[in-house]
């Protein structure tokens, strides 16, 4: 079983930047997309990002677009997401997960979830 592994969340304060880091056991990494998703509280996870196997098509969420890169790295079965003007709102914990095509990603998820990683952002 694919075990997901995030990291890289934390403090920061509005209009700052993070990098965060989804690491990804197994070998059939590159031969799936990955997208990233984040829970506030009290609220559903929501799609963020999406990056196709090759890394050479993305997706972003409307509230994220402009301001959010992701990437990967297949050669390190790694995903990342940098995060910059960050607002008060991108403040939730947020995951990675893997879907069959770039398109199907939002809805359709591979692998279980993992703990997720913690971003606040303070006003």
């Known amino acids: 079983q694919v075990q997901l592994v995030e990291s890289g969340g934390g403090l920061v304060q509005a209009g700052g930047s993070l990098r965060l880091s989804c690491a990804a056991s197994?070998?059939?990494?590159?031969?799936?997309?990955m997208g990233w998703f984040r829970q506030a509280p009290g609220k559903e996870r929501d799609f963020v990002a999406a990056?196709?196997?090759?890394?050479?098509?993305?997706y972003y969420a409307d509230s994220v677009k402009g301001r959010f890169t992701i990437s990967r790295d297949n050669a390190k079965t790694t995903v990342y997401l940098q995060m910059n003007s960050l607002k008060p709102e991108d403040t939730a914990v947020y995951y990675c997960?893997?879907?069959?095509?770039?398109?199907?990603?939002?809805?359709?998820?591979?692998?279980?979830w993992g703990q997720g990683t913690q971003v606040t952002v303070s006003s």
């Open positions: 997960n893997a879907g069959p095509t770039l398109g199907t990603v939002q809805r359709t998820n591979l692998y279980n």
């Open positions: 197994g070998r059939t990494f590159g031969t799936y997309a």
């Open positions: 990056i196709s196997w090759s890394g050479g098509s993305t």
